[in-house]
């Protein structure tokens, strides 16, 4: 069973480490949200932006590519992930997922929703 209250207390550590500018200690923070709940997409996309601005720049890539995965209807996911993939000179790759950003922002859908995502929003 998955502990949320201590995967959301080690998130929201992690996120004020960030927030002061202690990012290369905030990223065991959030390894620790997603190894306590792999199906966590809020957290496998902060440790994909905290790894971007560490210039772990191939990692980051990892974990953006599961945010967006577990969450692929998710803007903000695809914007950042193409920006990794721009950082680490994969071009094409960064103009797939700007187009993915892109379909998003222009109220398109990526994948088809089901009844239980669309009771979430």
């Keep these: 069973m998955i502990d949320t209250a201590e995967r959301d ?3 929201d550590e992690a996120s004020g480490l960030v927030a002061i500018g202690e990012i290369a200690e905030a990223v065991p923070l959030y390894r620790r949200c997603v ?5 966590y ?3 496998w996309h902060a440790l994909g932006m905290a790894l971007f601005k560490s210039d772990s720049v ?8 599961m945010a967006t995965t ?3 209807n998710d803007l903000l996911a695809w914007t950042a992930l193409s920006q990794m ?3 680490n000179g994969q071009i094409a790759e960064a103009e797939d997922a700007k187009g993915k950003a ?3 922002s222009l109220g398109g859908k990526i994948v088809k929703e089901t ?3 669309k009771a979430e929003d």
């Design 41 to 43: 997409a809020d957290g």
């Design 58 to 65: 191939k990692e980051a890539i990892g974990a953006g590519m």
């Design 115 to 117: 009844k239980d995502e």
């Design 102 to 104: 892109r379909i998003l």
């Design 9 to 11: 207390d080690l998130y």
């Design 70 to 72: 577990l969450r692929p």
């Design 35 to 39: 190894e306590l709940d792999p199906q």
């Design 85 to 87: 993939y721009v950082k």
